[in-house]
């Protein structure tokens, strides 16, 4: 054998040999970023439940969970005069100013605990309207949910704009999670969830 092909062999064997070890370099580099990827997405959902666990910290007095629906509900059914968004005693209105108070004191006490997180909350107020002939239930509905928030404005309890949002719908005879016929005059009610929206938890 020629010296010249001796040399061409051993290139080529020096060629896979290189080629081998950037294999296993480029190997080793993709299952440690892997590793901390897995790591980082184990961070993040951790830190996810970890908030929603904290917006249930709702206080017992004023809402009731509903685990099926995912929500809050009031334990008081708010009363409205029929066919109006007025509230139909001072005793609602006072506690509806105490439920202000209390979604006030968790966003304020969230916005300090995730200060150094990129999370933000919405207050949603949802009205709903029983099942009556009434032909502008929806808009009602929303009348409703809108005579929270000025109630809440009105007594000054105003949430940081910096932390959350305040949405105001109306749900009319629509929606999930309705009583039946029987109980449809409860249906006229108001419902209130706290929902985070988690932006970059690294």
Avoid: H
Wanted: a positive charge.
């Amino acid at each position: 054998m020629s010296k010249k092909s001796n040399f061409f062999w051993a290139s080529y064997a020096d060629l896979m040999t290189s080629l081998f070890f950037i294999m296993l370099v480029l190997f080793i580099l993709v299952i440690a970023m892997m590793k901390r990827q897995q790591k980082a997405t184990e961070q993040q959902l951790k830190s996810i439940i970890e908030v929603q666990a904290a917006v249930k910290e709702l206080p017992e007095k004023y809402f009731a969970y509903d685990s099926i629906y995912k929500r809050f509900s009031l334990i008081e059914n708010i009363e409205f005069q029929i066919n109006t968004d007025y509230f139909k005693n001072k005793k609602d209105e006072e506690y509806l100013i105490n439920v202000g108070k209390s979604i006030k004191k968790l966003i304020d006490n969230l916005g300090k605990k995730y200060s150094d997180r990129d999370i933000r909350y919405i207050v949603l107020i949802e009205g709903m309207a029983s099942s009556d002939p009434y032909p502008k239930n929806y808009e009602l509905s929303y009348l409703r949910a809108l005579a929270v928030k000025k109630l809440w404005d009105n007594n000054k309890i105003k949430l940081n704009p910096t932390v959350c949002e305040i949405q105001i719908t109306g749900s009319g005879t629509g929606g999930v999670g309705r009583f039946n016929k029987k109980n449809d005059r409860k249906n006229q009610r108001i419902l209130i969830q706290v929902i985070p929206k988690i932006g970059n938890l690294e």
